[in-house]
């Protein structure tokens, strides 16, 4: 597989970087990628794992890092085919198979990945597959069966933040604020920097019209944690409403 990846920093140590260039050995250059940050030497960690590949074109372990980095990159059209490889060499696991399934979500071909996820909870029960597959629902417009996913992803792990985003968020467009307000008011515990999730919580207070003082507490939260935010301006013009 030829190395197709952008321009990439190099370590600090020049003699890390020699190594590696000269390098063979499958193992070392993955343990070299799994210490490159994604956020910040995302093209350095392709190139190691790809030319891991070149020496090892089927080290599973190399497929599935290639696969998992392209999908977190959503470059899903690409993740895909190295997936399908190593299902063929690895036919069991049901975590890669979910990996395929957020794959083609996020190419928005939902029936496929509806099919997909619905596999890999036969395999696995996991908090995570749940969660996507009340995404994929949600995306399509059957939110009541979503509202269902999400609340069993929350069974499995309370603290899941998308999940308790998700479905705060389905209950305030279904009108249900106290519950939309529960959602919320558990993601803020756990995460009290979660910028939005003090934002949502400030508007579901707000209006449930028996919680101003609550709310605005919130929008100031949000304010303190993100004062520059998308929603600044408006958490301050709600705020100065209140007031007046």
């Given at each position: 597989?030829?190395?197709?990846?952008?321009?990439?920093?190099?370590?600090?140590?020049?003699?890390?970087?020699?190594?590696?260039r000269?390098?063979?050995?499958?193992?070392?250059?993955?343990?070299?990628?799994?210490?490159?940050?994604?956020s910040?030497?995302?093209?350095?960690?392709?190139?190691?794992?790809?030319?891991?590949?070149?020496?090892?074109?089927?080290?599973?372990?190399?497929l599935?890092?290639?696969?998992?980095?392209l999908?977190?990159?959503?470059?899903?059209?690409?993740?895909?085919?190295?997936?399908?490889?190593?299902?063929?060499?690895?036919?069991?696991?049901?975590?890669a198979?979910?990996?395929?399934?957020r794959?083609l979500?996020?190419?928005?071909?939902?029936?496929?990945?509806?099919?997909?996820?619905?596999?890999?909870?036969?395999?696995?029960?996991?908090?995570?597959?749940?969660?996507?597959?009340?995404?994929?629902?949600?995306?399509?417009?059957?939110?009541?069966?979503?509202?269902?996913?999400?609340?069993?992803?929350?069974?499995?792990?309370?603290?899941?933040?998308?999940?308790?985003?998700n479905?705060?968020?389905?209950?305030?467009?279904?009108?249900?604020?106290?519950?939309?307000?529960?959602?919320?008011?558990?993601?803020?515990?756990?995460?009290?920097?979660?910028?939005?999730?003090?934002?949502?919580?400030a508007l579901?207070?707000?209006?449930?019209?028996?919680?101003?003082?609550?709310?605005?507490?919130?929008?100031?939260?949000?304010?303190?944690?993100?004062?520059?935010?998308?929603?600044?301006e408006?958490?301050?013009?709600?705020?100065?409403?209140?007031?007046?």
């Amino acid at each position: 597989m030829a190395d197709r990846s952008p321009a990439y920093d190099p370590y600090v140590d020049p003699m890390i970087d020699d190594l590696v260039r000269e390098s063979r050995s499958s193992t070392f250059l993955l343990q070299q990628a799994a210490s490159a940050d994604v956020s910040t030497n995302g093209a350095w960690r392709e190139y190691l794992i790809r030319r891991a590949l070149e020496f090892d074109p089927d080290n599973t372990d190399a497929l599935y890092e290639l696969a998992s980095l392209l999908r977190i990159l959503r470059r899903y059209d690409e993740a895909l085919p190295l997936l399908d490889r190593y299902h063929r060499l690895v036919p069991g696991d049901f975590q890669a198979l979910a990996d395929t399934g957020r794959c083609l979500s996020g190419l928005q071909r939902f029936a496929e990945a509806e099919g997909v996820l619905r596999r890999a909870l036969e395999g696995s029960d996991a908090a995570n597959t749940r969660f996507d597959l009340g995404l994929v629902l949600d995306r399509v417009g059957r939110f009541a069966e979503s509202v269902g996913e999400y609340q069993r992803a929350l069974d499995r792990n309370p603290n899941h933040r998308d999940a308790l985003n998700n479905l705060g968020v389905a209950f305030a467009r279904q009108g249900r604020l106290k519950e939309a307000a529960r959602q919320f008011e558990h993601l803020a515990a756990i995460e009290p920097d979660n910028a939005d999730a003090h934002y949502s919580l400030a508007l579901v207070l707000r209006g449930d019209e028996k919680d101003p003082l609550g709310a605005d507490q919130h929008f100031r939260e949000y304010l303190r944690v993100a004062p520059q935010g998308a929603h600044a301006e408006q958490a301050r013009g709600l705020l100065l409403e209140t007031v007046q």
